[in-house]
């Protein structure tokens, strides 16, 4: 069963770190792109971050650029979100992502999500 | 503030059909796939439409997309019940180098 399982959320202080994990199987993963993508509370859904194959390149939304860092290790199968200098508006529920070549760079596959809240 | 624009709200009753819109610029939608994602609070999206007007397998064919020019729409036809969830479209944007939702499109079934 294709499956993407994402750990590594809580409470944060305004300020402080955080890394995510997600955790990839049933399929080949170093295959396919991978993102992650976010929903504040009450809100809608917003693109994070993505990385290609390899890990070769990066692509960040403007909200989280010199914060937010993508990575993952093909050999371990997961994919990683380092979210630094937390502020409260990246209180959200952080989806990891699939993102299917063959299905026009779609996110086909989704994680159940975790939640992160940044609060003092 | 959402790069793509969609109307908050859109309601029918079952069995109607409901168009929901999704406005961009050149530099995303007019240039670029659209896709399209169903999220029922609480569970993880789901793919619904991608490349414009394609379904993926398990899809109904109730859900249609198309586009024209800057803008794009999502088709749900014999509304049921358990269409009431979010919609969003989503596509690449060429300036920004990266991708970007709409503002999302709560679905009721009245």
């Known amino acids: 069963e294709v499956q993407l399982v994402e750990s590594g959320g809580g409470l944060v202080k305004p300020g402080g770190s955080l890394r995510l994990s997600c955790a990839a199987s049933g399929f080949t993963f170093s295959s396919y792109s991978m993102n992650w993508v976010r929903q504040a509370p009450g809100k809608g859904l917003e693109w994070v971050s993505s990385i290609t194959t390899s890990g070769g390149y990066t692509y960040s939304a403007e909200s989280v650029k010199g914060r937010f860092t993508i990575s993952r290790d093909n050999a371990k199968t997961s994919l990683y979100l380092q979210m630094n200098s937390l502020r409260a508006e990246d209180t959200a529920v952080y989806y990891c992502?699939?993102?299917?070549?063959?299905?026009?760079?779609?996110?086909?596959?989704w994680g159940q999500g975790t939640m992160v809240t940044v609060s003092s | 503030q959402s790069v793509l624009t969609q109307p908050p709200s859109a309601s029918g009753t079952p069995g109607q059909r409901v168009t929901i819109s999704c406005s961009g610029t050149s530099s995303n939608i007019g240039r670029n796939n659209v896709h399209w994602y169903q999220h029922v609070p609480g569970t993880a999206p789901k793919l619904l439409i991608y490349?414009?007007?394609q379904r993926p397998s398990g899809v109904p064919d109730r859900f249609s997309g198309s586009k024209s020019g800057t803008s794009a729409s999502l088709a749900i036809s014999g509304l049921r019940s358990e269409d009431e969830a979010d919609y969003y479209c989503v596509a690449w944007d060429d300036s920004l180098s990266g991708k970007v939702f709409g503002s999302g499109t709560k679905v009721t079934v009245l």
């Open positions: 490349r414009i007007n």
């Open positions: 992502v699939r993102e299917s070549t063959s299905l026009a760079d779609s996110f086909d596959i």
